[in-house]
């Protein structure tokens, strides 16, 4: 299987009306449980990584461990850049065989903002691959999160609007009380907002900041054109609860056996965002 542009999957779940979750993979396993997940439940999915976890693997490895365990699956999957930093990051996974970058300048001024995702539209449009922009800034729930600022500030949709028209992006990352880590209190979206953003842009949009969110309020959130569902903070939060369960029992496994039955709670938690995200059952339509 080939990574097709993220844009493909984001326009079928809007008309379909469901959201594709993207889930943060930092290494194989990761990748591997979630193509795993996603093929059990017949769903497209999103394989991304950032700039923290380029600092295992580079983004020309990363890249071709991805290719390898897609190989194996028949799925619409992409693959993609999340909070691209810099015009040389994006570079740098375009080359490599990314079918999605994001550059993520939403706490520059709008005029830096949008100049920048003008370049990375010219660098990936003629490769075919999908662009994801953001405006307004994402900020974050608890100091555990290595994205963002400790600050937010909600999209205005008539910025949002005039954002889209001036780069030409695919997708948009939008701030609506969303945040990114661990929620110590229940998120507040501003519906309204969303729907005034959704009419201004006119794209699909992206919901950083996914774990965590009440049911109720994510399906809302989908029926009003969020089509990607951004996936870390429940995935690692699994991760970390097997290995501190199994170091309290007294045993300390060999270390792939941890890490296999790591996974495993990480595969529950991946298998519980495609059927929430409504992505079950979708890879096939």
Known sequence: MKFVPMRELLERAVAGGYAVPSFECWNAEAIQT????ASKLDAPVIVMNARPGFKLIDPR???AIAHTLAAD???PV???LDHGDSLELVDECLKAGFSSVMLDFSRKPFDQNAAGMRQVVSMARPLGVTVEGEIGAVGRADMLSVE?????SLT???EAGAFVRETGVDCLAVSIGNAHGHYTKLPQFDFERLARIRQATGIPLVLHGGSGT???DLKRAISLGMAKVNVATDCVHAWWESLDAQQKSGRRPWLPLALEQAMRNVAVQVERWIRLTGAAGQAAR
Do not use: Q
Request: hydrophobic letters at 40%.
């Open 34 to 37: 979630v193509l795993a997940a």
């Open 61 to 63: 490895t990363y890249s």
């Open 73 to 75: 699956h028949k799925l």
């Open 78 to 80: 992409a693959l993609h």
């Open 148 to 152: 963002g600022g400790a600050d937010c």
């Open 156 to 158: 205005d949709p008539e």
């Open 214 to 216: 009440p049911e109720a």
